[in-house]
């Protein structure tokens, strides 16, 4: 019996998930003896990668059955997923590193910040952000005042319209609201699956929440 890619291809795409990927690349500010990012570089942020434009593409999530099966190699950290990527999909080329954004998924999150102007942070970058519901400081008396929702450019600067109830310079604020799950790919990539005479058969990997990218190690 001979397994149709073509067919488990469009099998994945009904079932997956739409994903925007983005390419790693080391970045030239990397020391050449230790592969660590040079602290205060203003391309990688001190990650020691760059990531090229999002490219559209779609992937398979594999089940909790084989996520159990994965931990049993001993790197599983809370929170990776299993990725079973069609050969039809421009993600089956990623690499180590390689950034995946859920674009059918949010999930909730919470961010304390201080409004000076260029409020960027990090999980609300790159098209993360789907919506803040709440924006809210403390005024006289350390009492909550509810200010109105910012809205999230797409290089993750928050502004508010003219009018709107927003915070003083220089005042923390909270916001709450909701984005899309981001992930990158880990290191233990496995090769394209030569079965069935080099057909493209579907590849499966490992990826792992992208907040948690510094703590895996320079690399050289």
């Not at 990158?184 to 792992?208: C, K, M, N, S, W």
Request: aromatic content about 8%; charged content about 20%; proline content about 9%.
């Amino acid at each position: 019996m001979r397994l149709s890619p073509a067919r488990f291809d469009r099998m994945l795409r009904d079932l997956g998930q739409r994903v925007s990927w983005r390419r790693a690349a080391p970045c030239p500010c990397r020391d050449p003896n230790t592969g660590q990012g040079r602290y205060g570089c203003l391309r990688c942020r001190g990650l020691g990668t760059i990531w090229g434009d999002p490219i559209p593409a779609w992937t398979g999530l594999s089940g909790m059955k084989l996520a159990r099966e994965y931990a049993a190699f001993g790197r599983w950290e809370s929170g990776d997923v299993v990725l079973t990527i069609p050969g039809a999909s421009p993600l089956f080329a990623a690499g180590e590193h390689d950034r995946i954004l859920m674009m059918d998924s949010s999930e909730p999150f919470q961010l304390v910040l201080t409004h000076d102007g260029t409020d960027a942070p990090a999980c609300v970058r790159d098209g993360l952000v789907v919506q803040i519901d709440r924006c809210f400081w403390l005024g006289a008396g350390d009492a909550i005042v509810e200010g109105d929702a910012p809205v999230a450019a797409p290089d993750g600067t928050l502004s508010w319209a003219a009018g709107a109830n927003a915070p003083e310079p220089g005042q923390q604020f909270s916001i709450v609201g909701r984005r899309r799950p981001e992930y990158f790919l880990l290191i233990e990539l496995p090769q394209d699956r030569a079965h069935h005479g080099g057909l493209p058969l579907p590849r499966r990997v490992a990826a792992r929440r992208f907040q948690l990218f510094g703590n895996i190690g320079p690399r050289t």
